[in-house]
């Protein structure tokens, strides 16, 4: 039981290069969720989605976009690749309101 | 503005001793916080779940309090092991039921055997 992965673990990448992380959940849960964690900030959520096909944005959404196709899944893309999104990004799951949430192992994403 | 307040200094304690983080938070009226843990190069693991109805919750060593009048949750290890060690989160529901969550920013706590 895979539970909730992430690829890549690591990436470094060029400023102005498109990025996308993935995120793959093997327990259909239907929220889903994109994190970045940054010192002095800790968790700030980016996006989230309730079901396939319906995302929503979180506090600092500003420069990503995501999709949902597929429930089990939840890409994260950067368009335009700033230092500023230097950054570990975290994703999570779950099955609603008040339940908790599992998290990824997380990227580690260094832009130069 | 909404706002999550932990401590920002990191807690040392004694092994065998208890120890207690505070969570503050203003503005709202959360119907439930959530506390997780978080080691180094890792994602944050869910330890408890209380809602606003209710004062305590435990789990294990474990214990959870939630003062809604004074906007606070207290998180308690008690007999603490170097194995405790790790950042400490706290999480509230501030999207009015939206399955939102909005994090502390943490707080370290280092058992000295």
């Known amino acids: 039981d895979a539970g909730i992965t992430q690829s890549p673990r690591y990436k470094i990448t060029e400023t102005g290069r498109q990025v996308t992380l993935m995120c793959h959940q093997t327990?259909?849960?239907?929220?889903m969720f994109w994190y970045r964690q940054d010192l002095g900030h800790g968790l700030r959520l980016i996006y989230y989605?309730?079901?396939?096909?319906?995302?929503d944005k979180g506090e600092v959404p500003d420069g990503y976009v995501v999709s949902r196709s597929k429930t089990e899944n939840f890409p994260l893309t950067l368009e335009s690749a700033t230092r500023s999104q230097t950054s570990v990004y975290f994703c999570?799951?779950?099955?609603?309101?008040?339940?908790?949430?599992?998290f990824g192992p997380g990227t580690r994403l260094t832009v130069t | 503005s909404q706002k999550i307040e932990q401590n920002s200094e990191a807690l040392n304690i004694q092994e065998g001793k208890t120890a207690t983080l505070t969570c503050n938070y203003t503005?709202?009226?959360?119907?439930?916080l959530q506390w997780y843990r978080q080691d180094p190069g890792r994602g944050p693991v869910f330890l408890l779940l209380?809602?606003?109805?209710?004062k305590e919750k435990r789990k294990e060593r474990l214990k959870v309090t939630f003062d809604t009048t004074l906007k606070q949750s207290l998180f308690h290890i008690t007999a603490s092991q170097p194995a405790d060690s790790a950042t400490y989160l706290c999480?509230?529901?501030?999207?009015?039921?939206?399955?939102?969550?909005?994090f502390g920013k943490g707080n370290q706590v280092v058992v000295i055997p």
């Open positions: 999570a799951s779950n099955k609603g309101p008040a339940y908790e949430q599992y």
């Open positions: 327990w259909s849960h239907s929220y």
């Open positions: 989605s309730a079901a396939a096909d319906i995302t």
């Open positions: 503005n709202y009226s959360p119907a439930y």
């Open positions: 209380i809602r606003e109805n209710e």
């Open positions: 999480a509230l529901d501030m999207s009015g039921g939206n399955n939102r969550l909005a």
